[in-house]
């Protein structure tokens, strides 16, 4: 059974239709439809969302799984997320979440997503898993109150947003990673992704960076159709252009997934490329990620070169780091929000079966703080 809420991102039109204003599709939905995404349904010319506390999995992450790097560093973000989605990319990995078309998990209202994000001793929140614009409203009010109490809130998105959806981030989002994929080539994105155009991606992120948002970028680089290395520079050129070289942008690896399982893994010698790339245009924060050991999951400094933050993975092993966020050998000031989670400690995970706490969840398990 769906939790229905009327939906605030949304206009009536004609003949009880309605356009959903939630994402940049702006699904025109005829009465009793509903839309793309599979969890805003028009019902006698009002919108309503399917999923408002109505939660399909819900995990504790280290923040570096976002990827945010230069967000909060070693925190713990409690991750949630709903059915359904905007975009239906051909290689997800979530896919049986994302795709799904059918509303399911557990109940959950804000008071109570909030009360186990502190519960489990999480810093904050992370919307992530699907595309969260998809239950904006619910994000919204959950964001607030985790505001409230001390906890920040952070996207995993598409960026596939309108300007009305933007306004509603900057109410409660603190920060979020972009997901591009295949270095934002068009015919990419038509062809695996299903959407028309990139742009409202660009307009998005320069919405969020008017807002203050903290932002960073992923490039997911698809092997044999989507990494192309004229493209990288092109989205490379624009993120300096019009973020700065302080951006950090990463470079995830593929593998194969749902419809794209032919399709190989991304060679490391092509990330490492796309890497070079993201440097000689003048980026000073060049990331590879999916790589675990890699030397380039690393930050140096972009003075001295110096090793500032060793990672494996989403693990920090080393933290060169003043109490300024400078770095110890040549003191240049890194622009990275927030310190070392004062709490922050390798081995203080451990794994309990989520299905005691949420009785639909696909998740097999969910990481908990030991205290
Ligand atoms: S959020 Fe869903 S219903 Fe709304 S425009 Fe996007 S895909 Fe369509």
Known sequence: MSILKEAVLYKPVDNNAVICTACARYCRIPK????????????????????????ITAHIDPIEKKPLVHYMPGSMVFSIATTGCNWACMYCQNYDISQRRIVEGFEASPEMIVKLAKGYGAHGLSYTYNEPTIFIEFAHDVGILARKEGLFSTFVTNGYHTPEADAMLSKFLDAATVDFKGNADVKFLRRYVTIPDPEPIFQSILEMKRYGIHIEITDLVVPEIGDDLNQARK???????????DVPIHFLRFHPDYKLMNIPWTPIETLEKHWKVAKEEGLRFAYIGNVPGHPLENTYCPECGTLLIRRYGFDILEWNLDNQNRCKKCGAKIPIIGQLNPSYDQDRFIYVPIHRYAKYSRTESIKIVKN
């Open 235 to 245: 989205l490379v050129r624009w993120i300096y252009d019009n973020l700065g070289p």
């Open 32 to 55: 009793n439809s509903i839309g793309f995404c599979g969890v805003r349904w028009n019902i006698d010319g009002k919108l309503q969302l399917m999923v408002y506390g109505k939660i």
